[in-house]
């Protein structure tokens, strides 16, 4: 028990907003699963009157044979005049009922887990599909806005505090309550007086539940923090080692540290008092209850005087009400200690229900149709756009791609070159204007159908923690294996490829660990000539590679620019020359427009940016 509490204290409650709201939300998901619900519940109401049937039988092995009184007996017929051997024969009989009510109850508590788990799954199951189809449908404008992280952690950590809801706490919880409620109704049904007697240290008990455990979770919060800082102390002090040693602060740097360890210390021992000190306190209020209530029961026993008019208690009922308050004592920890799980997961669930609510931002229209084949002509009609209402960040863009042309847009950074991009495929949309794809508004098409004919390389390219392989065949998935060798020979990333450890099946690690940057766009670059797409959109690497990997890569590229619409974010001037039409964008318009060689007699702002990034590199 002593671990257990730990372990659940140790854990940071939040509370929801609305809980009707959310618990409502989970009813649903559960209505497919209700037989499970209400097993569950059935069998823990099964197993709560077994848990109070069983010192009622206690009582009355005393009440019916030990000391025989027809009075207080209702288990059997009372035979004062019976021998030995048959008093001891019927008190057999009894323990045997006795074990057979507590192997139900052991039976009714697991099968009422097994249901609740069962439901429970299933839901989990559900809600975690509905997170990933949500994640699949949300824009990229929604990644932006949002931090990976808080996206992450919904689908992790709240998912998980609203599992251990399901696994355990809400039915501890439940059940709890229904053994409670059952040992008052019995109490007060064998005896009023007593009964107030003993459940008199009820209130008590919940009191010193909630301090202990509310005291234990503010020092395991304290000591989460402490150890945070002792981390960062950690981390800073790896990572900016030369600095520390440069100016001579390793004596503070140690200070700083040992002051935050001692902290954690401290922390963690407060907790270790307050959880280790709950169930002996807990004991020692029912041990009083019990005292009282013998003192109590013993007295009006010994005087022949019932207790406020009632009859005077059996020695039976005495020492059934002793059981029931050791019984107490369990429900009433669980119910103090679990119910903060029980809100923490149902706050989980609000979070994770917000982000189901979230609107899609950018949908197909009902009467979408399928982009037919695309021949590559890309218009820009007037277009506008904006990331906050109000901050136009595109102005008056007009322009006409045709069919097989490289359109090369350059300008300085925060220009708005990844916007204008970002309007082709859709991953956001314009606030006027139109972006037309053989003479189709882009808003008027399915997003699949468009995707698919559009072929995106990125700066940074991201590889799936996959073979090699799979990684190339992610552009079309039904391609062969030789289709795929194909790409990656057309776009020369095949010979870099045989040479890994496994060749194509060499498996990437995280965000393509393992290779160099070169090479992973190469990947990514075989990955889109595999998809063969009609538009094709690059976003140059600005980064420095090595000066064979950046001609293999530059080849590359021109491998892949043959014969489709492409619209390159240009940062290098083989690719700017090589272009039909430069775009040169200004604070979301565009100012200048022509070929190198027209810019560049323009002796504009292209002509300046030409002198200041490529005249070196021109000469060399
Ligand atoms: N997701 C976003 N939310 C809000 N503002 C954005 C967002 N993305 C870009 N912007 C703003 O829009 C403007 C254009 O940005 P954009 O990314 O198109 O520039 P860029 O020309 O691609 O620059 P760079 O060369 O640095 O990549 C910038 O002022 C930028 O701050
Ligand atoms: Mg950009």
Redesign the pocket.
Same mark, same amino acid.
């Given at each position: 028990m002593l671990d257990f509490n730990r372990r659940i204290l140790d854990q940071e409650t939040s509370k929801s907003q609305n809980i009707f709201r959310t618990i409502g939300r989970f009813a649903q998901y559960f209505r497919q699963y209700w037989l499970g619900f209400a097993f569950s519940m059935i069998f823990v109401v099964i197993s709560a009157w077994a848990t109070v049937l069983a010192p009622e039988l206690t009582g009355q092995a005393v009440d019916c044979y030990l000391f025989p009184s027809a009075e207080n007996c209702w288990y059997t017929t009372v035979d004062t005049a019976a021998s030995t051997s048959t008093r001891l024969e019927g008190l057999g009989g009894l323990v045997i009922v006795l074990v057979a009510v507590f192997v139900l109850d052991a039976v009714m508590v697991g099968l009422a887990f097994y249901a609740m788990r069962w439901a429970g799954q299933n839901v989990i199951r559900d809600i975690r599909n509905r997170l990933f189809d949500k994640i699949h449908q949300l824009s990229i +404008?929604y990644y932006?806005?949002n931090e990976a992280g808080d996206i992450m952690s919904r689908l992790t950590n709240d998912l998980d505090t609203v599992q251990q809801m399901f696994n355990f706490a809400l039915l501890n919880v439940i059940r709890g309550v229904f053994i409670i409620g059952s040992i008052v109704f019995a109490m007060l049904r064998a005896n009023v007086p007593y009964a107030l007697v003993s459940l008199s240290m009820i209130p008590l008990m919940l009191v010193a539940t909630q301090y202990f455990s509310s005291q234990a979770r503010k020092a395991f919060r304290k000591a989460r923090q402490e150890i945070g800082n002792v981390n960062a102390d950690l981390q800073e002090s790896i990572a900016g080692a030369r600095e520390v040693q440069a100016f001579n602060r390793e004596e503070e740097s140690i200070a700083q540290f040992n002051a935050g360890n001692q902290a954690n210390r401290d922390a963690n021992i407060r907790a270790a008092m307050f959880t280790s000190a709950l169930n002996p306190v807990l004991e020692a209020l029912s041990f009083a209850a019990m005292g009282l209530m013998v003192l109590v029961g013993g007295y009006s026993a010994l005087n022949n005087q019932p207790l406020l008019g009632t009859s005077v208690i059996s020695v039976g009922t005495i020492i059934a009400f002793i059981a029931y308050i050791q019984r107490l004592n369990q429900p009433v920890q669980q119910i103090a200690i679990l119910w903060t799980n029980v809100q923490s997961g149902i706050a989980g669930g609000e979070r994770i229900f917000s982000l189901l609510d979230e609107p899609v931002d950018i949908v197909d229209k009902p009467d979408a149709r399928p982009l037919p084949t695309i021949d590559g002509t890309v218009i820009f009609e007037n277009v506008e756009a904006e990331? @906050?209402p109000g901050e136009k %960040?595109l102005r008056g863009i007009n322009f006409q791609a045709n069919k097989g042309q490289i359109i090369a847009i350059v300008?300085p =950074? +925060?220009?708005? @070159? =990844? =916007?204008i991009i970002n309007l082709i495929p859709r991953f956001y949309d314009v606030t006027n204007g139109a972006v037309k794809i053989d003479g189709i508004d882009v808003r008027d098409v399915t997003q699949d159908s468009l995707r698919s004919q559009i072929g995106i390389v990125l700066q940074d390219t991201f590889l799936f923690s996959d073979t090699v392989m799979e990684n190339i065949r992610y552009g079309r998935l039904d391609a062969t294996d030789e289709e795929v060798i194909e790409a990656a020979k057309l776009v020369a990333a095949h010979e870099f490829i045989e040479r890994l450890p496994d060749g194509y099946q060499t498996v990437l690690g995280e965000r393509g660990g393992g290779l160099s940057q070169g090479q992973r766009q190469l990947i990514a670059i075989a990955r889109v000539a595999l998809m063969n797409p009609n538009i094709l959109i690059l976003d140059e690497a600005t980064s420095s590679v090595d000066t064979r990997t950046e001609r293999i890569i530059q080849a590359a590229f021109e491998k892949l620019l043959e014969g489709r619409t492409s619209f390159v974010?240009a940062h290098r001037l083989s690719t700017i020359r090589n272009a039909d039409q430069v775009l040169m %964008?200004k604070d979301?318009q565009i100012i200048e427009r022509g070929t190198h060689q027209e810019l560049l007699a323009q002796r504009g702002a292209y002509y300046d940016l030409y002198m200041s990034q490529f005249s070196e590199a021109e000469a060399s």
């Amino acid at each position: 028990m002593l671990d257990f509490n730990r372990r659940i204290l140790d854990q940071e409650t939040s509370k929801s907003q609305n809980i009707f709201r959310t618990i409502g939300r989970f009813a649903q998901y559960f209505r497919q699963y209700w037989l499970g619900f209400a097993f569950s519940m059935i069998f823990v109401v099964i197993s709560a009157w077994a848990t109070v049937l069983a010192p009622e039988l206690t009582g009355q092995a005393v009440d019916c044979y030990l000391f025989p009184s027809a009075e207080n007996c209702w288990y059997t017929t009372v035979d004062t005049a019976a021998s030995t051997s048959t008093r001891l024969e019927g008190l057999g009989g009894l323990v045997i009922v006795l074990v057979a009510v507590f192997v139900l109850d052991a039976v009714m508590v697991g099968l009422a887990f097994y249901a609740m788990r069962w439901a429970g799954q299933n839901v989990i199951r559900d809600i975690r599909n509905r997170l990933f189809d949500k994640i699949h449908q949300l824009s990229i +404008g929604y990644y932006t806005r949002n931090e990976a992280g808080d996206i992450m952690s919904r689908l992790t950590n709240d998912l998980d505090t609203v599992q251990q809801m399901f696994n355990f706490a809400l039915l501890n919880v439940i059940r709890g309550v229904f053994i409670i409620g059952s040992i008052v109704f019995a109490m007060l049904r064998a005896n009023v007086p007593y009964a107030l007697v003993s459940l008199s240290m009820i209130p008590l008990m919940l009191v010193a539940t909630q301090y202990f455990s509310s005291q234990a979770r503010k020092a395991f919060r304290k000591a989460r923090q402490e150890i945070g800082n002792v981390n960062a102390d950690l981390q800073e002090s790896i990572a900016g080692a030369r600095e520390v040693q440069a100016f001579n602060r390793e004596e503070e740097s140690i200070a700083q540290f040992n002051a935050g360890n001692q902290a954690n210390r401290d922390a963690n021992i407060r907790a270790a008092m307050f959880t280790s000190a709950l169930n002996p306190v807990l004991e020692a209020l029912s041990f009083a209850a019990m005292g009282l209530m013998v003192l109590v029961g013993g007295y009006s026993a010994l005087n022949n005087q019932p207790l406020l008019g009632t009859s005077v208690i059996s020695v039976g009922t005495i020492i059934a009400f002793i059981a029931y308050i050791q019984r107490l004592n369990q429900p009433v920890q669980q119910i103090a200690i679990l119910w903060t799980n029980v809100q923490s997961g149902i706050a989980g669930g609000e979070r994770i229900f917000s982000l189901l609510d979230e609107p899609v931002d950018i949908v197909d229209k009902p009467d979408a149709r399928p982009l037919p084949t695309i021949d590559g002509t890309v218009i820009f009609e007037n277009v506008e756009a904006e990331y @906050k209402p109000g901050e136009k %960040v595109l102005r008056g863009i007009n322009f006409q791609a045709n069919k097989g042309q490289i359109i090369a847009i350059v300008g300085p =950074t +925060g220009a708005g @070159k =990844t =916007t204008i991009i970002n309007l082709i495929p859709r991953f956001y949309d314009v606030t006027n204007g139109a972006v037309k794809i053989d003479g189709i508004d882009v808003r008027d098409v399915t997003q699949d159908s468009l995707r698919s004919q559009i072929g995106i390389v990125l700066q940074d390219t991201f590889l799936f923690s996959d073979t090699v392989m799979e990684n190339i065949r992610y552009g079309r998935l039904d391609a062969t294996d030789e289709e795929v060798i194909e790409a990656a020979k057309l776009v020369a990333a095949h010979e870099f490829i045989e040479r890994l450890p496994d060749g194509y099946q060499t498996v990437l690690g995280e965000r393509g660990g393992g290779l160099s940057q070169g090479q992973r766009q190469l990947i990514a670059i075989a990955r889109v000539a595999l998809m063969n797409p009609n538009i094709l959109i690059l976003d140059e690497a600005t980064s420095s590679v090595d000066t064979r990997t950046e001609r293999i890569i530059q080849a590359a590229f021109e491998k892949l620019l043959e014969g489709r619409t492409s619209f390159v974010i240009a940062h290098r001037l083989s690719t700017i020359r090589n272009a039909d039409q430069v775009l040169m %964008v200004k604070d979301g318009q565009i100012i200048e427009r022509g070929t190198h060689q027209e810019l560049l007699a323009q002796r504009g702002a292209y002509y300046d940016l030409y002198m200041s990034q490529f005249s070196e590199a021109e000469a060399s």
